[in-house]
């Protein structure tokens, strides 16, 4: 491929990454390691200002290869062991001693997370204030995308800037939407096994012994059946979201209420529910959890405590208060688990 199209291409490959954890969390992490290249003499405070979605998302996004969770966590591993030359698999790279480290640096308050109200695209802005500089690096549009960085002698040196996204990804202005379909139809797909190699390494993780790696084989075989017509009426399917479902699952105890959202079967098929009865209710069987009359989108069994689901979203988010009352009025420590993606909280009910 020349020209343009050698263009396109190499930006594709250029913004193809491989990442380990969650993207929130690792390009905090790149950010503070990027910073932290010209930080000189004793830290004194991280100070880190992400936009609104990152902020919220990373909360609770956790840290791979431990129980710890959050953006100052990775954070500070992204000072005591992070290497930009890592990339977005910058949190693959740590010890026990690493993490201790890391601990210690939120134990004395160093790593300081603030949240940027006025932004709606992709900010991350990292200040190390060392005994001898202050470093700032600014990550705006994508997560490897520094933009500035500066290197004084304490913060009120630091210049004024203007929040301006510039997305220059691929388009400019001698690229028309057709260039774009001509570059698909002339690729070789050899030119493309950058994107292969993601992929693979997307179905290794799926097909990581356990409970998730259930969910995919169970899935697989609806999408099957459902395709060839077997099983009656919809079917959504929870394909590569397996793992939300797992993690959630594991923590929660059989008397605990679960409200999985329009993709749950793997949730029912998990919280204690005999998957081949779920199969079976799917399949519109007698011999189903619901006699068949549920099919898909309409699997509950209220033994286990899985409440159902159904095709309205945003539906539970009014039937689960009735629950979570009912355990802070009965006294008990059962809670009340609600599986929803947050873009059906605007659907007013």
């Known amino acids: 491929m020349e020209g343009k199209y ?19 969390a690792v390009s905090v992490a790149y950010s ?4 932290k290249k010209k930080a000189q003499g004793e830290l004194k405070r991280i100070i880190i200002t992400v936009d609104s979605s990152i902020f919220k998302t990373g909360l609770n996004v956790v840290i791979p290869g431990c129980e710890e969770r959050g953006l100052d966590i990775a954070a500070a591993l992204g000072f005591v062991c992070g290497n930009v030359e ?12 690493d993490l201790l480290k890391a601990k210690q640096l939120l134990a004395q308050g160093r790593v300081n997370i603030q949240i ?31 933009i500035s960085e500066e290197n004084v002698m304490c913060l009120s040196d630091l210049k004024e800037y203007q929040y301006q996204v510039n997305r220059n990804y691929i388009v400019n202005e001698n690229m028309g939407p057709n260039d774009f379909v001509d570059f698909v139809n002339a690729v070789d797909s050899r030119d493309l096994e950058f994107i292969e190699t993601g992929l693979k390494y997307n179905l290794e993780l799926a097909d990581y012994p ?11 075989v609806i999408e099957e059946y ?16 397996e793992a939300c479902q797992a993690g959630v699952v594991d923590a929660l105890k059989k008397t605990d209420y679960k409200f999985p959202d329009h993709r749950g079967h793997g949730a029912i098929a998990l919280c204690g529910t005999d998957p081949k009865l779920v199969m079976a209710e799917i399949f519109a069987k007698e011999t189903g959890i ?10 509950n069994d209220l033994e286990c405590r899985n409440m159902g689901f159904n095709g309205i979203q945003g539906s539970t988010m009014v039937t689960c208060l009735g629950t979570a009352f009912a355990s802070v009025y009965n006294g008990t420590d ?7 993606g947050d873009g059906t909280l605007g659907e007013g009910t």
Request: hydrophobic residues 40%; negative net charge; proline residues 1%.
């Open 6 to 24: 050698s263009q396109i291409l190499d930006e594709l490959k250029s913004k193809s990454v491989l990442t380990v954890g969650g993207t929130e």
């Open 116 to 146: 940027k109200n006025d932004c709606d695209k992709l900010f991350i802005e990292t200040i190390i204030e060392s005994s001898d500089n202050v470093v700032r690096t600014l990550i705006i549009d994508y997560h490897l995308n520094v």
């Open 334 to 340: 059962d809670v009340t688990a609600v599986f929803l």
């Open 226 to 241: 459902a395709a060839n017509g077997t099983i009656p009426g919809f079917v959504h399917l929870s394909i590569g979201q």
């Open 290 to 299: 619901n006699h068949g009359r549920g099919g898909s989108m309409h699997v």
């Open 86 to 97: 890592d990339k977005l698999q910058i949190l693959s790279h740590y010890d026990e001693m």
């Open 32 to 35: 503070v390691a990027y910073a």
């Open 210 to 220: 356990g409970e998730d790696s259930m969910i995919r084989r169970f899935e697989e």
